[in-house]
């Protein structure tokens, strides 16, 4: 995609053309932007489902003209049975199968929770409508995605053995080629399911009897009290402010506040051109220093070490930019962390907007695919260390440590931009390369997505934690990069999924709607 979309009556963005045009479609019936985003989610769950599923994880902001941002906090915890005792005798959580699905599935309590926020816009479409689509495509069946080919095929030794996951996303017990029709008649039951019962009936109705059944019967630690205990809950977002915007994202158990401290170091070393060596070094230093911080205090919310709105401060920021060398790279050698995930956005045309994640960790999460109801289950848990002593160690009721975070801007001028990405420790990283280039830099929105991008650490299916670049760079600055001691690796690729699957949408005063996504995707912005 070359140019950025323009439209006036709402605009959907999404990794998948077919979750686009679900929100897309709820907009011209009259839907709002929180509307839109259910039926965008509940459609991804089903075409992507390598990125993300109904037993996931997700993060809303959500924005009314006039009003401060709400965020939605849809991150389930640990199981009460999740502990030392359960895994007696390992050194680490098992990757993938039922011990890998430790924690509760938010993401549709979460849709519950925006939707309720969303009640008082006004009159409010049926379930039944905004799960169309994501049914249809469940019963009749989606053509496969490159990338879940691709993924499919890489994983499907160890995913094979996760109970369940041969029969919902093989065909003829093979790996499905790009283009083939997958179905998926028992997720599309639960879906009925749900638009006729009601979101609640995943956590407190028969829905959750079936799937706290069948995930006892495998293995996992989950119970039917765990379902029956949680709810999604509205948050205090982060925020920082720049010069021209304020910069909100989502507090723990999110990396949200890297994302916001790499904008507030940038913009006071700020280069003076885009895409150049100032700016892809100010930012990868800006990336080192926040990811430092992050790990030593983002974890579950209540053991958080200090506030980290605190560290958030102009003071903090500011010290942290006067650390960074300019002309040097600091040595880096750190444990990342990974995950999958898909980033979605709507606006409407009352200007309300949503920037919202959903992920299942890893590519098919546990692998777990539930006997009953289909629904294919996260190991978001596995973030979690059986060292009692750990920042992030497991308990009962804790909440993982989450790369999801998604970002939204508001501008002095009256924009409202929201933005994001998968990509495990790439998400803030281009964050950071979408906002900067559009907001700092001037650049088109489109043109911003779109660019070469890079990336410091690992990624989903990447292990190698130095500097990842795109070929489209110049071979001069690949090479001042390394003579400034960055650990620097091309890929032969000149859009690569490495560096995740991004979009953005900027509202402007006068009602204009400005949409991008991303290249390195399958995904689409479908406008009204």
Not at 99 to 118: D, F, H, K
Not at 453 to 476: C, Q, V
């Amino acid at each position: 995609m070359l140019h950025t979309q323009r439209s006036y009556g709402g605009s959907c963005v999404a990794p998948h053309h077919l979750a686009a045009s679900a929100g897309r479609d709820v907009l011209k019936q009259g839907g709002n932007a929180v509307e839109a985003m259910v039926a965008a989610a509940a459609a991804i769950a089903v075409v992507y489902p390598h990125m993300n599923a109904l037993g996931g994880d997700g993060f809303w902001l959500i924005h009314e003209p006039g009003k401060a941002p709400v965020a939605i906090d849809a991150c389930g915890p640990a199981a009460q049975l999740a502990n030392s005792e359960f895994y007696a005798g390992a050194t680490h959580i098992p990757k993938r199968g039922p011990e890998a699905a430790l924690t509760m599935a938010g993401t549709i309590s979460g849709w519950q929770e925006a939707l309720e926020v969303a009640a008082s816009w006004g009159d409010s479409l049926p379930l039944s409508t905004l799960l169309s689509d994501a049914i249809r495509h469940a019963d009749e069946g989606v053509a496969v995605s490159q990338s879940q080919e691709t993924l499919t095929a890489k994983h499907l030794e160890r995913l094979s053995q996760s109970p369940g996951f041969r029969d919902a996303f093989l065909i003829d017990g093979q790996v499905p080629r790009e283009g083939q029709r997958l179905r998926q008649p028992r997720l599309a039951a639960t879906l009925k399911r749900l638009a006729s019962a009601g979101l609640d009936d995943f956590y407190r109705g028969e829905l959750a009897i079936s799937m706290a059944r069948d995930l006892e019967a495998l293995g996992s630690p989950l119970r039917l009290d765990d379902f029956h205990a949680y709810h999604a809950q509205q948050v205090t977002p982060l925020h920082v402010r720049l010069q021209d915007a304020t910069l909100y994202n989502l507090p723990a158990p999110t990396q949200g506040m890297a994302s916001l401290m790499i904008l507030g170091i940038y913009e006071r070393i700020k280069a003076i051109e885009p895409n150049g060596f100032d700016h892809l070094h100010g930012l990868i230093e800006a990336t080192k220093r926040a990811f430092m911080l992050r790990d030593r205090y983002v974890t579950d919310p209540s053991r958080v070490p200090a506030p980290l709105q605190q560290l958030l401060s102009e003071e903090r920021i500011s010290a942290e930019a006067a650390e960074i060398n300019t002309s040097q790279a600091l040595p880096w050698p750190h444990v990342p962390a990974s995950g999958d995930t898909i980033w979605m956005g709507a606006v409407d045309s009352e200007g309300r907007s949503v920037s919202f994640i959903q992920s299942i960790y890893w590519e098919f999460g546990s692998g777990v695919v539930l006997p009953e109801s289909g629904v294919l289950w996260q190991n978001r848990g596995i973030s979690f260390s059986l060292n009692q002593d750990d920042l992030r160690g497991l308990a009962p009721g804790r909440k993982p440590f989450h790369t999801l975070n998604p970002a939204l801007a508001t501008f002095n001028d009256g924009r409202t931009m929201v933005y994001g990405t998968m990509g495990g420790e790439g998400q803030p990283q281009t964050q950071a390369a979408v906002f900067s280039r559009y907001a700092l830099h001037g650049m088109p929105l489109q043109q911003a997505v779109t660019a070469p991008r890079w990336l410091l650490g690992r990624t989903w299916g990447e292990s190698s934690t130095n500097l990842k670049l795109e070929d489209r760079f110049s071979d001069r600055l690949v090479a001042a990069l390394a003579t400034a001691g960055h650990d620097v690796e091309v890929i032969p690729e000149a859009f690569s999924d490495t560096m995740g699957h991004a979009g953005g949408i900027v509202r402007h005063p006068d009602g204009l709607i400005e949409s991008a996504h991303d290249p390195r995707s399958n995904g689409g912005a479908a406008s009204v």
